[in-house]
């Protein structure tokens, strides 16, 4: 066995045969070449399927004369300040010779530096960006050229998995349709670049405040790197990544040659000073910005507001309107100090917790630039320590003092106590702060605060220790609880100047001028005092009986006894006694007189659009209307009797500058003079209508004059400049006017809460707390510009008169009045010498003004 087992081994290998080694070879390779003819086929059936399958999801591509893609429609000021934008991608189209090339150089360095080679896909860039991408670790070029860039913008951004086949089917035509050129137009005004900016010269003016063509080499750089990954390189949010995303565009730029290498150091070493992202729709004017929206809307349609790339030139004055802003906002904060302290906003148990809270105020103070806490700036802030006449207070990490002649005001609310009153001045900071709560507080001179004070409070101020920083004085704020709302026409122009709808617009977007319904008080009264002059011959010395009188109501049931203010009778008045001290019973028997449905008539004639009840108190504005209602009545007393058309909106332009609304005045001193003859034809051609005579009207504006001068609203003698005008008062208070003008300017405020059964506390009439803000915001608006007196028109003639007995004054008559009357309607007798009534017999002169 053994033998035979050697023998075996010894024996030689078989050989293979190289005939059938070649066969076996050729059957793999015909079937590795079949198996890939196979995968082709199927890869370019999957190509075919696929493209048919897409074929009619990818989007035409416009003509380039036809390229409209969405833009931003602005918003802009009488001046021409941008005060709004609307848009659903925020886009404004800047045709190719107005980019600047160098910014297209520095898009082709970051982007696609192979873009005048290729064809719309760069195999070799897509393996060189993502060698570079693995090499950094993380990403950053991409791999789509910038052809690829714009058909996504076409296509849109969802990811799907055909997206990227539509997007190289979408390139290839691109590139065959249009020059490269013409491409790189349409990337530019495409792209997105970060906080809703579409194409380069949005984002130029988001981030720079500047136009594309006006931006320097750093900036274009800055804008370069973005498109990649907008939010990473944020210059805004994260100026580190944006700065190095720019140190590398330069770089792209200086390797290709685009720029040198003195101008690379140059740009790098510039600082990156973007401006923050504002809300230009909040910043200037809200209410009137959301109204020209809405009225918008109704003209154009949504998608005519949102895409079309309008630019709308409003009637807004943002000098006007930033008064208006003001005298509002300080006019609710006196108003609501005067109703007292509702309390501390929190109160901290945990000291923890309140320096984490004071941590993060200070770093958003910071941010905002206000950690030095700027003079009339208020801010939230802790209170540290408390004494009877002073605390401590820590805002951020300030540490603040707060006298006791910085919180006076600070009672417990009552409306029943006068806010003048010794009960309703707090003595004792004790009873109103503790530790530990949080409460807003302003910056203030420590001068103006003791306005008022005993000398000794001078010696409870701290002095600042040597070399440390001053001590911060503060005062004691809240926000308000009540509202305004503030409206200014110049109705010879048409035009709405200002509006404020509230207090603030993040707080409540109700626009009180527009949407609020409110019981105008006495300021209602010039309606139906205005119809018995024209259409019954009332004149300022027409006699009217003030007597108790009552009236029943066999409908409901009731009986109503009307009464006077002062709560008394005064027997026989003249209209201009009534009106100029808004007597509310005479008022009730002219509208008797009148008729109380030819009064609403005559009401919605003048600009009233409300329901009006038919009921005898609408003599004392019981039927609520629109603050803007008052201003279209009022406008009607400026304009000599005549109804102005009001207006929000001057002209309206497409995107290809077409004018598509034109309510421009003739008179508008920021119109072209191209167009003021067309303006002027237009006024000609469709007049305003006359509602009342002019020598009605002016007898009427005549008597208001006397309100403003010596009667209920005589606080408008501080203006320095002839007005007239009516304050309006509701029952308890719940409602505060004053409408007031002047020859150019028509102004209404109401003050009030959203609640009208919250009154505004003991004293608070339209005088007091309207007439202050009216007389703020006029003395801004008008303090460089001269005010005519009222236009007298021919057939009027004036006459002094006895106000109490409506007789001509005798040359010794007390607190005689000059009246205007129609032609040969004064009155033909003097009053007797025996029916002279002594000053302040008659009213109360306190009550008078």
Same mark, same amino acid.
């Given at each position: 066995?053994a033998t035979?087992?050697?023998n075996?081994a010894?024996?030689?290998?078989p050989?293979?045969?190289?005939?059938?080694?070649?066969?076996r070879?050729?059957r793999?390779?015909?079937w590795?070449?079949?198996?890939?003819?196979?995968?082709?086929?199927?890869?370019?059936?999957?190509?075919?399927?696929?493209?048919?399958?897409?074929?009619?999801?990818?989007?035409?591509l416009?003509?380039?004369?036809?390229?409209?893609?969405?833009?931003?429609?602005?918003?802009?000021?009488?001046?021409?300040?941008l005060?709004g934008?609307?848009?659903?991608?925020?886009?404004?189209?800047?045709?190719?010779k107005?980019?600047?090339?160098?910014l297209?150089?520095?898009?082709?360095?970051?982007e696609?530096?192979?873009?005048?080679d290729?064809?719309?896909?760069?195999?070799?860039?897509?393996?060189?960006?993502?060698?570079?991408?693995?090499?950094?670790?993380?990403?950053?070029?991409?791999g789509?050229?910038?052809?690829?860039?714009?058909?996504?913008?076409?296509?849109g951004?969802?990811?799907?998995?055909?997206?990227?086949?539509?997007?190289?089917?979408?390139?290839?035509?691109?590139?065959?349709?249009f020059?490269?050129?013409?491409?790189?137009?349409?990337? @530019?005004n495409?792209? $997105? /670049?970060? %906080?809703?900016?579409?194409?380069?010269? =949005?984002?130029? &003016?988001n981030?720079f405040?500047?136009?594309a063509?006006?931006?320097n080499?750093?900036e274009?750089?800055t804008?370069?790197?973005?498109p990649?990954?907008?939010?990473t390189?944020d210059?805004?949010?994260r100026?580190?990544?944006?700065?190095?995303?720019?140190?590398?565009?330069?770089s792209r730029?200086?390797?290709?040659?685009?720029?040198?290498?003195?101008?690379k150091?140059e740009?790098?070493e510039?600082?990156?000073?973007?401006?923050?992202?504002?809300?230009?729709?909040?910043?200037?004017?809200?209410?009137?910005?959301?109204?020209?929206?809405?009225?918008?809307q109704?003209?154009?349609?949504?998608?005519?507001?949102?895409?079309?790339?309008?630019?709308?030139e409003?009637?807004?004055?943002?000098d006007?309107?930033h008064?208006?802003?003001?005298?509002?906002? @300080?006019?609710?904060? $006196? /108003?609501? %100090?005067?109703q007292?302290?509702r309390? =501390?906003?929190? &109160?901290?148990?945990d000291?923890?917790?309140?320096?984490?809270?004071?941590?993060?105020?200070?770093?958003?103070?910071?941010?905002?630039?206000?950690?030095?806490?700027?003079?009339g700036v208020t801010?939230p802030?802790?209170?540290?320590?408390?004494?009877e006449?002073?605390?401590?207070?820590?805002?951020?990490?300030?540490?603040?003092?707060l006298?006791?002649?910085?919180?006076?005001?600070?009672?417990?609310?009552?409306?029943?106590?006068?806010?003048?009153?010794?009960?309703?001045?707090?003595?004792?900071?004790?009873?109103?702060?503790?530790?530990?709560?949080l409460?807003?507080?302003r910056r203030a001179?420590?001068?103006?605060l003791?306005a008022?004070?005993?000398?000794?409070?001078?010696?409870?101020?701290?002095?600042?220790?040597?070399?440390?920083a001053?001590v911060?004085?503060?005062?004691?704020?809240?926000i308000?609880?009540?509202?305004?709302?503030?409206?200014s026409?110049e109705?010879?122009?048409?035009?709405?100047?200002?509006?404020i709808?509230?207090y603030?617009?993040?707080?409540?977007?109700?626009?009180?001028?527009l949407?609020?319904?409110?019981q105008?008080?006495?300021?209602?009264?010039?309606?139906?005092?205005?119809?018995?002059?024209?259409?019954?011959?009332y004149?300022?010395a027409?006699?009217?009986?003030?007597?108790a009188?009552v009236?029943d109501?066999?409908?409901?049931?009731?009986?109503?006894?009307?009464?006077?203010?002062?709560?008394?009778?005064?027997?026989?008045?003249?209209?201009?006694t009534?009106?100029?001290n808004?007597m509310?019973?005479?008022?009730i028997?002219?509208?008797?007189?009148v008729?109380?449905?030819e009064?609403?008539?005559?009401?919605?004639?003048?600009?009233?659009?409300?329901?009006?009840?038919?009921?005898?108190g609408?003599?004392l504005?019981?039927?609520c209307?629109?603050?803007w209602?008052?201003i279209?009545v009022?406008?009607?007393?400026?304009?000599?009797?005549?109804?102005?058309?009001?207006h929000?909106?001057?002209?309206?332009?497409?995107?290809f500058?077409?004018?598509?609304?034109n309510?421009t005045s003739?008179?508008?001193p920021?119109?072209?003079?191209?167009?003021?003859?067309?303006?002027a034809?237009?006024?000609?051609?469709?007049?305003?209508?006359?509602?009342?005579?002019?020598?009605?009207?002016?007898i009427?504006t005549?008597?208001?004059?006397?309100?403003?001068?010596?009667?209920?609203?005589?606080?408008?003698?501080?203006?320095?400049?002839?007005?007239?005008?009516?304050?309006?008062?509701?029952?308890?208070s719940?409602?505060?006017?004053?409408?007031?003008?002047?020859?150019?300017?028509?102004?209404?405020v109401?003050?009030?809460h959203d609640e009208?059964?919250?009154?505004?506390?003991?004293?608070e009439t339209g005088?007091?707390?309207?007439?202050?803000?009216?007389?703020?915001?006029?003395?801004?608006v008008?303090?460089d510009r001269p005010?005519?007196d009222?236009?007298?028109?021919?057939?009027?003639?004036?006459?002094?008169?006895?106000?109490?007995?409506?007789?001509?004054?005798?040359?010794?008559t007390?607190?005689s009045?000059?009246?205007?009357?129609?032609?040969?309607?004064?009155?033909?007798?003097?009053?007797?010498?025996?029916?002279?009534?002594?000053?302040?017999q008659?009213?109360?002169v306190?009550?008078?003004?």
């Open positions: 066995m035979q087992s050697s075996q010894n024996q030689p290998l050989v293979a045969n190289p005939r059938k080694i070649k066969a070879w050729l793999i390779v015909a590795a070449g079949t198996c890939m003819v196979l995968w082709t086929l199927m890869g370019l059936g999957g190509i075919w399927l696929l493209f048919q399958l897409v074929k009619d999801d990818i989007p035409d416009p003509e380039l004369d036809q390229y409209n893609p969405a833009q931003t429609t602005e918003i802009y000021s009488q001046s021409g300040a005060v934008e609307f848009a659903i991608e925020r886009r404004s189209v800047i045709p190719a107005q980019i600047p090339r160098q297209v150089e520095a898009f082709i360095a970051s696609d530096d192979n873009f005048f290729h064809s719309g896909i760069d195999p070799m860039g897509i393996l060189r960006a993502a060698i570079k991408n693995l090499m950094a670790g993380r990403v950053v070029q991409g789509s050229t910038i052809t690829q860039q714009v058909a996504k913008t076409f296509i951004r969802q990811k799907t998995f055909t997206r990227k086949f539509k997007e190289a089917i979408l390139a290839g035509r691109l590139e065959q349709k020059s490269k050129e013409e491409i790189l137009y349409l990337y @530019l495409q792209i $997105y /670049l970060g %906080h809703g900016s579409y194409g380069v010269h =949005a984002a130029a &003016r981030y405040h500047k136009n063509w006006d931006l080499l750093h274009m750089a804008l370069a790197g973005l990649q990954a907008p939010s390189y210059p805004v949010d100026p580190e990544a944006a700065l190095e995303r720019r140190g590398y565009v330069l730029m200086l390797n290709i040659d685009f720029i040198s290498a003195a101008e150091q740009a790098s510039a600082k990156l000073d973007p401006y923050p992202i504002s809300d230009i729709f909040r910043k200037h004017a809200p209410y009137f910005v959301e109204e020209v929206r809405r009225r918008l109704g003209m154009f349609g949504t998608k005519g507001v949102y895409e079309a790339g309008l630019k709308v409003t009637t807004q004055d943002m006007w309107q008064a208006a802003q003001k005298a509002v906002n @300080l006019g609710l904060r $006196y /108003l609501d %100090h005067r007292g302290y309390g =501390a906003l929190h &109160r901290f148990k000291k923890e917790k309140s320096a984490d809270f004071l941590s993060k105020l200070q770093a958003h103070l910071e941010k905002k630039d206000r950690a030095e806490l700027p003079m801010v802030a802790v209170v540290e320590q408390v004494k006449n002073y605390a401590w207070v820590a805002a951020g990490h300030t540490r603040c003092f006298p006791i002649f910085g919180m006076r005001w600070a009672r417990k609310p009552n409306p029943t106590v006068h806010y003048k009153s010794a009960a309703a001045r707090v003595q004792d900071i004790r009873k109103v702060l503790a530790v530990g709560d409460i807003l507080v001179d420590a001068k103006a003791l008022g004070e005993p000398p000794a409070m001078k010696k409870i101020l701290p002095t600042a220790e040597a070399g440390k001053e911060v004085i503060v005062a004691l704020e809240q308000p609880g009540v509202q305004g709302a503030l409206a026409v109705p010879a122009l048409g035009y709405l100047k200002a509006m709808g509230g603030n617009f993040a707080d409540s977007e109700f626009n009180r001028v949407q609020a319904c409110r105008p008080g006495s300021c209602f009264k010039p309606v139906h005092y205005s119809l018995a002059i024209e259409e019954h011959d004149n300022p027409t006699i009217i009986i003030d007597s009188i009236y109501d066999p409908e409901n049931q009731n009986r109503w006894k009307p009464e006077n203010y002062e709560r008394d009778f005064k027997g026989k008045v003249t209209v201009h009534a009106l100029v808004s509310n019973v005479p008022s028997k002219v509208l008797d007189a008729g109380i449905k009064d609403i008539v005559w009401a919605h004639k003048l600009g009233i659009t409300t329901g009006l009840r038919e009921e005898l609408l003599a504005g019981s039927s209307v629109k603050p209602d008052m279209q009022y406008s009607v007393f400026n304009q000599g009797g005549r109804k102005p058309r009001l929000l909106i001057r002209k309206v332009t497409d995107r500058g077409r004018v598509l609304l309510r003739h008179e508008d920021w119109q072209a003079w191209d167009e003021k003859f067309d303006r034809y237009d006024r000609l051609a469709n007049p305003w209508p006359r509602l009342l005579s002019a020598q009605s009207n002016y009427l005549h008597l208001l004059q006397g309100v403003a001068t010596r009667g209920t609203g005589a606080r408008a003698k501080r203006l320095g400049k002839p007005a007239a005008g009516k304050t309006g008062t509701t029952n308890d719940a409602d505060a006017w004053f409408m007031g003008f002047t020859h150019d300017v028509v102004t209404g109401w003050v009030g009208p059964k919250d009154p505004l506390g003991r004293g005088s007091r707390a309207a007439l202050p803000i009216w007389l703020d915001f006029m003395q801004q008008l303090a005010q005519d009222f236009d007298v028109p021919e057939g009027i003639t004036f006459a002094r008169i006895d106000p109490l007995s409506g007789l001509l004054a005798r040359p010794d007390p607190q009045v000059l009246e205007a009357f129609k032609k040969d309607e004064q009155p033909k007798e003097f009053v007797h010498a025996k029916d002279v009534v002594k000053p302040g008659f009213f109360k306190d009550k008078m003004y």
